[in-house]
């Protein structure tokens, strides 16, 4: 439902041109809801398995506030860097900044840090059963693969804050990061997206 929410308000927004003012630690905390709450739904299902049947809630609860607090961090070092710049002030940003996110996008989706980035968001990590150290440990694992998912799915986020919150870019992204997740032809959709951020960033500056 929280998933849902998102994309709800994600398309409000959207549709109402209110995500052409600027950045706001809203507009990216909604975008992380949206389309990295998906990923992450198999973890959630192992933290839940491997606790007590009582706490399995309590569990969930630990790991995403430990997801979430990876997206608040990138959130307010983006918001701060785009208050800083002013490059995104008056919309999406700038041609040459698109193009310039576009194309950097791209190359990380073929780049080796990325491969390994993408394998180590299929890890998990032992949960103690019972007290503070469950929490803790749910916690941290909501931590760490909120760490991975960030590194993974870097240029596709970026294409979609350069893009000024676009809700097709959004969901081009999510369907792109869910297939890399679940896909036997991970490489395959890497690669796909790649020309697709390359022919966009082409785009950007041509128009």
Known sequence: MLCAAAWSWLAVRWWNSHHT????????????????????????????????????????????CGYAGVSLLVGLALSSLVTVTGIMAHGGGPPWAVAAALGLAAA?????????????????????????????DCVWYGWTIGRTCFVSCAGLMLACVVAGHSLPAMLAATAVA??????????????????????GAQLAVIV
Do not use: N
């Open 21 to 64: 003012h600027g950045l706001s630690l809203l507009d990216w905390m909604l975008m992380v809801a949206g389309m990295m709450l998906p990923l992450v739904f198999d973890h959630l299902r192992v933290a839940a398995a491997r606790s007590l049947w009582p706490r399995r809630h309590r569990a969930m609860v630990a790991f995403l």
């Open 108 to 136: 990380w989706q073929l780049s080796p840090l990325k491969r390994r980035a993408l394998s180590a968001c299929h890890r998990t990590v032992p949960l103690a059963p019972r007290g503070w150290r469950a929490d803790r």
């Open 178 to 199: 869910r297939a890399e997740r679940v896909s036997v032809r991970a490489d395959a959709w890497r690669t796909c997206a790649a020309l697709a951020l390359m022919a």
